[in-house]
């Protein structure tokens, strides 16, 4: 999946000794935010970082919070990327690409079947906020590729 949509136009000109075609590229800008989770003291503590960055790599926003409440991983997954859709939104962002590193949570949001539990509902949330902003987009990446979210999901109880 690319972060810039690229659209191509042909325009022929004429002038007296010959006829020249120029490629006219509109770019279309895409958010890239990545989104974590973190568990700690036996998941009794769960943190979430977003970073927020436009297609030229430059920081718009980052972001941490933290909830003492007991919570698996992949809830703390799901609640990060639930927050972070409402910031998205509060801040009025457009075209946004939310880069997540849990698969089963991109797997959820891209079924019909949503389970009965804690993780049901906030993936439940999570699709209904998508379904209102079609131009946001959730795909899995390695966690690897999502250090600074994780950075900060991690920074959560250090800076509340």
Known sequence: MGYIKINFRKKK??????THTHTHIHIYKVVKCNVDAAT???NTIMGYGMCFRDSTGKLL????GYSQISTTV???ESTGLLETIKTTTSNGLQRVLFEIGSRSLVN???TSNTPLNKFGDLV???KSLLLNNPDFVVPFVRRQANKVA?????AALSHP
């Open 13 to 18: 000109e004429r002038t007296r000794a010959s």
């Open 40 to 42: 700690f003291n036996n």
């Open 61 to 64: 926003i980052g972001m941490s």
């Open 74 to 76: 992949l809830e703390a």
């Open 108 to 110: 959820a949001l891209n």
């Open 124 to 126: 439940f949330q999570c």
């Open 150 to 154: 994780h950075s900060i999901a991690r």
